[in-house]
C-alpha cells in the first residue's frame, strides 16, 4: 500500500491554458473522489468515480471541467480554459465500497492561474 | 444539505497540555459519520479519529479522543500530551451513512482549525 499519489504536485499556467491532473488511487480502491480546496477553506466535492462510471457531480464542476477514470484504475481531472478563480489545491481521495468506509487523501495539486 | 462550523480558526497549545477543538454540525439525518483529518503544511491530509452516529461511545485513538453530543449536534477533538508534531490544520468532516445506489459518500467540511504547538 503506497498510498493515493497525485501528479504533479505543483502547476503554474496562465489564464486561458488548458491543465490536467493525475491522480493514482490505491490499488484495492474502486472508489474515488476529487474535492477542491481553496484558501482558508475546507475541501468541497467536485466528482465521483465508482470504478470507471462517474456516477456524482457537484455543480461546482462547471463544463470547463472534465474528469475520467479508464479502467477503474488512475484518474485524471482536466481543466480547459483555465481562469484566475480555479487557483486552489486539487485533492484526490480513494476508498473501499461500504457504508464504513474511509477515504484516504493524496497529497494534492496545487494550480496558480496567472 | 448538512453543514459543518468549525468557530475557532486558529488555537495554541503549550507543549504536553491538553487542547479541545471544537465543531457542530446541521443534519436531518440520524445515521452519518464523523471524522476528524489533519493536514500538516504542505502535506497530505490524514484521518485523524472516526466516530459512527449509532454508536454511544466515544472513539478513540492513542492522544486523540472526541466528544460525540448527537443531541447537541457537537463533535470536539481533544488532544492530549501535545506535541510539536501535532501542529496542523484540523478539518472536521461529515458524511451520510447510507445513499442511495451506488451514491457517493462525499464529505463535508468545516473550514478547519489551525493548531500551533509552542515549545
Known amino acids: 500500500d503506497t498510498g493515493v499519489s497525485q501528479d504533479p504536485r505543483h502547476k503554474i499556467t496562465k489564464r486561458g491554458q488548458n491543465v490536467t491532473f493525475r491522480c493514482d488511487p490505491i490499488?484495492?480502491?474502486?472508489?474515488l473522489y476529487w474535492y477542491r480546496q481553496t484558501l482558508g477553506q475546507g475541501p468541497e466535492f467536485l466528482t465521483y468515480?465508482?470504478?470507471?462510471?462517474?456516477?456524482?457531480k457537484s455543480r461546482l464542476l462547471s463544463d470547463r471541467f472534465s474528469a475520467e477514470r479508464p479502467k477503474g484504475s488512475f484518474s485524471t481531472l482536466e481543466i480547459q480554459r483555465t481562469e484566475q478563480g480555479d487557483s486552489a489545491m486539487y485533492l484526490c481521495a480513494s476508498s473501499t465500497s461500504g457504508r464504513g468506509e474511509t477515504q484516504y487523501f493524496g497529497p494534492g495539486t496545487r494550480l496558480l492561474v496567472l | 444539505a448538512q453543514t459543518v462550523t468549525q468557530s475557532q480558526p486558529e488555537m495554541s497549545v503549550q507543549e504536553a497540555e491538553t487542547v479541545t477543538l471544537s465543531c457542530t454540525y446541521d443534519?436531518?439525518?440520524?445515521?452519518?459519520?464523523l471524522f476528524w483529518y489533519k493536514q500538516p503544511p504542505s502535506r497530505q491530509m490524514i484521518l485523524v479519529i472516526r466516530?459512527?452516529?449509532?454508536?454511544?461511545q466515544n472513539a478513540t485513538e492513542n492522544r486523540f479522543s472526541v466528544n460525540f453530543q448527537k443531541a447537541a449536534k457537537s463533535f470536539s477533538l481533544k488532544i492530549s500530551d501535545s506535541q510539536l508534531g501535532d501542529a496542523a490544520m484540523y478539518f472536521c468532516?461529515?458524511?451520510?451513512?447510507?445513499?442511495?445506489?451506488?451514491?457517493?459518500?462525499?464529505?463535508?467540511f468545516g473550514k478547519g482549525t489551525k493548531l500551533s504547538v509552542i515549545p
Open positions: 443534519t436531518s439525518e440520524s445515521d452519518y459519520y
Open positions: 468532516a461529515y458524511r451520510s451513512a447510507i445513499v442511495p445506489g451506488a451514491g457517493s459518500y462525499q464529505l463535508t
Open positions: 468515480f465508482q470504478n470507471e462510471a462517474q456516477l456524482e
Open positions: 466516530q459512527e452516529a449509532y454508536k454511544q
Open positions: 490499488s484495492e480502491h474502486n472508489r
